[in-house]
């Protein structure tokens, strides 16, 4: 082994211990030469439990083939993003990401390097979500559980678009087909899938909702899939979520998060409604409808590469663009109303409306947050407000803020009188509502717009970024 000089060893070894993974260095004789203070807490051990002493010593469920240490040592070659479970010193269960690498000095090895994420805690996480959803899934057979908590009756709205939107999706909800539903954050998104999952011939099946963005790649795909025993070391048989949701409906949200490899396997499930587990090599067969929502719109994630071409057209079978609340100015006051009644109800007070300002106010602001903004500036003022009407005075400060410096002016949040800022929401509003009508194709946005197709592609890739 290469000798190091003090200060070199002492600079390697000051950097190695200020980076926030788990970092595990052994030599070519499985002999623990570095272990950071991270790793040791991931692996529930204390720094001199493993430093200086074998690998096997220190994790004696490890062995010469299950140890991604000592596989990279003997084949000298990297192992990416492996899922490693293994016991350790204290008998107690830990799920790591691994990435390692091999140490050579020229063309000799002479150790390796092993980066470790913790994702024990994670995937216990994941694990309960799974044996919920699996009790979940259960009950819905003896109809002791509701599947879902909102109809489409619950989407309060009195702009005529919507409600013929509303009636539409009530229809085509007793199809199987998969349905893309994508608006900005707060538009009431799982709502609107929820409404059509209760309006189906699966209403007595379960419904599984999954937000792609909120588990790590790495566990995603067990998540969705399942795994099948040996897999990896310690992975048991277990169903995933389209298992679980057999017969009934699979929502994911934010699908242009989930990664490109991923949305392969999950077009094939939608292509012949067969699942394989990780690490299996059975086909499952799965009833599920697959309804998918975003919070960009589906050409912006294709001119991004976060969406499959061949997973969107899929999808696009029945397409739902929900209005953001700008949009639907008459719905502003009506569900101002509603909130309040509600809100009464919650609250045991009697508060009769909103002042004629601050109804001014509330018409004129661009709702960035949509209907949940709305709601959750009226929940707060309805707590903080002492007299019979809503005032100015109670607005959340941020809001306070604007209100003061409108003096009735259009509101919004930022450069409210810029030209070009105001100029490219109303062109990028324009070439969103071309690309609805079209249904994402180009060439007939483009000649709805006016313009050449190089040129919209180039306002695209413009605006949308």
């Known amino acids: 082994m290469v000798q190091l000089t003090a200060l070199t060893q002492e ?37 001199r439990e493993v430093q200086g002493k074998h690998l096997i010593d220190a994790f004696p469920s490890l062995s010469e083939e299950s140890s991604t240490l000592l596989m990279v040592i003997r084949t000298g070659k990297p192992i990416y993003n492996q899922t490693q479970v293994y016991l350790n010193l204290h008998g107690t269960r830990i799920d790591t990401i691994n990435t390692t690498l091999p140490i050579f000095l020229g063309e000799e090895i002479i150790g390796a390097v092993e980066i470790a994420k913790d994702y024990s805690r994670m995937k216990l996480l994941s694990e309960r979500l799974l044996d919920l959803q699996k009790g979940v899934n259960k009950s819905s057979k003896k109809k002791v559980l509701k599947q879902v908590s909102y109809t489409l009756s619950d989407l309060k709205t009195v702009n005529p678009a919507f409600i013929s939107m509303k009636n539409e ?4 909800a007793k199809s199987d087909s998969p349905i893309l539903v994508y608006g900005e954050s707060g538009t009431g998104k799982e709502l609107f899938v929820q409404g059509i999952h209760h309006e189906s011939l699966r209403s007595d099946g379960a419904f599984i909702a999954q937000n792609c963005a909120a588990i790590p790649e790495t566990l995603l795909e ?27 409906t699979l929502f994911l949200d934010e699908l242009h998060t989930m990664p490109i490899e991923l949305q392969a396997k999950l077009l094939r499930v939608l292509e012949d409604g067969m699942v394989r587990r990780v690490g299996g090599s059975q086909n499952i067969s799965v009833d599920v409808r697959v309804i998918a929502a975003m919070n960009v719109h589906p050409t912006m994630a294709l001119q991004d590469q976060k969406l499959r071409n061949d997973l969107f ?11 953001p609340l700008r949009e639907r100015i008459e719905d502003i006051l009506y569900l101002t109303d509603y909130f309040i009644y509600e809100f009464n109800r919650k609250l045991k007070k009697s508060i009769k409306g909103v002042e004629k300002k601050l109804e001014l106010f509330f018409m004129d602001y661009q709702w960035p947050g949509n209907v949940r903004e709305l709601k959750h500036t009226i929940e707060y ?26 003096q009735g002016k259009r509101v919004h949040p930022i450069e409210s009188l810029s030209l070009r800022k105001n100029l490219e929401d109303v062109e990028k509003r324009l070439i969103m509502n071309a690309l609805d009508l079209s249904k994402g194709n180009i060439n007939k946005a483009a000649k709805l717009l ?3 197709r190089q040129t919209l592609q180039y306002k695209l890739k413009k605006t949308l970024d």
């Open 222 to 248: 067990s998540i969705l899939f399942g795994t099948a025993k040996g897999s990896y070391t310690g992975a048991v048989d277990r169903k995933g979520l389209f298992e679980l949701a057999d017969g009934g």
């Open 11 to 47: 600079v390697l070894t000051a950097i190695l211990k200020s980076i926030d993974e788990g970092i595990h260095v052994v030599n070519t004789e499985g002999k623990t030469i570095f272990y950071n203070e991270v790793a040791a807490k991931h692996d529930g051990m204390d720094v």
């Open 169 to 172: 999706a009530r229809k085509l």
């Open 381 to 406: 003022m309805m707590n903080v407000c002492e007299e019979e009407w809503l005032t100015l005075e109670e607005l959340p400060i941020m809001l306070r803020q604007l209100s003061s410096s409108s």
């Open 450 to 452: 006016e313009i050449p």
């Open 313 to 323: 057209y899929r999808l696009n079978v029945f397409t739902f663009s929900l209005f």
